[in-house]
């Protein structure tokens, strides 16, 4: 570091922000979606604890629906590529970085 200009200095600092940024939001993303998706696991548990039996049976229709409908699994996708969990977002870094070694071997050599 002690031989690069204060603009090579100032270049890596702003790369090394913009990767972070990317990151940070890819992480804000994924943890959303995963945290959504298991909120939505548990509103038919929410429904069923409600108190329904004791409404009439149009209403203990409704509630029946609404139970049946939130049993499907609600999957949050970044485009048609990936499911937006956490681990989704562990598996993108590996992958990254892995990358990122690669293509550095390959330029070293």
Known sequence: M???????????WSSAQFFLAAVAQLFLYCWCGQQ?????????????????????????????????????ILVFKGGWFYTLTTETFVELIRLSFSYYTVLRNINDT
């Open 2 to 12: 002690a031989t690069t200009t204060v603009a090579d200095q100032m270049q890596v």
């Open 36 to 72: 959504l998706s298991h909120l939505a696991e548990s509103i038919s548990e929410a429904v069923y604890d409600s108190g329904w039996e004791d409404h009439d049976v149009s209403t203990q229709k409704n509630v029946a629906f609404i139970m049946w409908r939130a049993q499907k």
